[in-house]
């Protein structure tokens, strides 16, 4: 039998906040480990800025960490032709709504290809995830050349 709640989830219990700490300790491990470019950001006067990302994320997009943390996003990454459908994904974060896309960003070396998830979270607050397909979206297009 399937669980419906009136709210968009179940109340938080104590046992669920004496392990808070717990999960944002493995929260933390995730986004630190994975190997995917992962950034978290809140949105301010309609513009993403990043309160933190992981590794992958600064080696594919900046290689100095302290200059990410504060910036906007979208002045990192996203290319001026671009910049439209940027900001139709962070008004559908704002609204609540997750996206999911095949983007062109600017990365180190020049521009790529990603797989783009971005999860709303909070009150105008998300995650983006950026995985790298570059290299498999050129192989398809090397083989439709074959044809």
Known sequence: MRRTYSAPYPAVTSTMTATSNQYVTQ???L???IDDAVV?????????????AN????????????????????????????????KQFDERTADGKSNVAFVTRA?????????????PY????G????????DKVDDHEELLDLF
């Open 107 to 119: 990365a180190v070396g020049g521009e790529k290809t990603f797989l783009y998830r971005g999860i």
């Open 127 to 134: 995650f983006a995830i950026y995985t790298d397909v570059t």
């Open 27 to 29: 929260f933390g491990q």
């Open 40 to 52: 978290k950001f809140e949105i301010e006067d309609g513009e993403p800025m990043i309160v933190d």
């Open 31 to 33: 986004l630190h480990q």
């Open 55 to 86: 590794h992958a994320f600064r080696d594919l997009f900046s290689p100095d960490m302290k200059r990410v943390i504060g910036l906007p996003l979208n002045d990192l990454i996203v290319p001026a032709d671009h910049e439209a459908e940027a």
């Open 122 to 125: 909070g009150d105008k607050q």
